[in-house]
T-cell receptor, first 112, second 111 residues
Framework: DAGVIQSPRHEVTEMGQEVTLRCKPI?????LFWYRQTMMRGLELLIY????????DSGMPEDRFSAKMPNASFSTLKIQPSEPRDSAVYFC??????????FGPGTRLTVL | TQLLEQSPQFLSIQEGENLTVYCNSS?????LQWYRQEPGEGPVLLVT?????EVKKLKRLTFQFGDARKDSSLHITAAQPGDTGLYLC???????????FGTGTRLTVIP
């Protein structure tokens, strides 16, 4: 299995632009998680899905952030409009029957 | 609210030294996991401990789950430069579908 796939790996954009991050979970996994990681705040859970349904989005910072999971093999995290304080590494992770989560390589987002 | 506090936050040691990283909480967890994250990559699972008092060994790494299932430790013997990275503990609570990640310990092993 290829593992969790994220794209793009790096994104540089200007303040006010829309940013879309993409994730393909491991086949057969039914839970998907979006995290944000910064030096100051560590690894923060933004939202997670079970069987494509959003379960807990309390970690989403504000309305500028939205996430979708239209099917079991694809999810997006969108920021519109983006701000410099959104600069971070965004990780997607998936989980199957067991507790362990498998992380993707992350997307490093820089908002100028 | 940070459920899991790790200490120390940063650790820099010489190759060959031993070290211990702690993960503490006031909450009880069904299981606890340790992940290691290298620069430019996502966290990778090292081990899961599920029973209070459990000790697991992975080569030079020894993991222990507290008797009350509220805390855990990671001990590395004879650290090597390849051990450098961010170590994260993560707890699973019954009824919760997500993991609660700790604050992280950033380890640097100097050759």
């Amino acid at each position: 299995d290829a593992g969790v796939i994220q794209s793009p790996r790096h994104e540089v954009t200007e303040m006010g632009q829309e940013v879309t991050l993409r994730c393909k979970p491991i086949s057969g996994h039914n839970s998907l998680f979006w995290y944000r990681q910064t030096m100051m705040r560590g690894l923060e859970l933004l939202i997670y899905f079970n069987n494509n349904v959003p379960i807990d989005d309390s970690g989403m910072p504000e309305d500028r952030f939205s996430a979708k999971m239209p099917n079991a093999s694809f999810s997006t995290l969108k920021i519109q409009p983006s701000e410099p304080r959104d600069s971070a590494v965004y990780f997607c992770a998936s989980r199957g029957r067991f507790v362990e989560q498998f992380f993707g390589p992350g997307t490093r987002l820089t908002v100028l | 609210t940070q459920l899991l506090e790790q200490s120390p936050q940063f650790l820099s040691i010489q190759e060959g030294e031993n070290l211990t990283v702690y993960c503490n909480s006031s909450s009880v967890f069904s299981s606890l996991q340790w992940y290691r994250q290298e620069p430019g990559e996502g966290p990778v699972l090292l081990v899961t401990v599920v029973t209070g008092g459990e000790v697991k060994k992975l080569k030079r790494l020894t993991f222990q789950f507290g008797d009350a299932r509220k805390d855990s430790s990671l001990h590395i013997t004879a650290a090597q430069p390849g051990d450098t990275g961010l170590y994260l503990c993560a707890g699973d609570q019954t009824g919760a579908n997500n993991l609660f990640f700790g604050t992280g310990t950033r380890l640097t092993v100097i050759p």
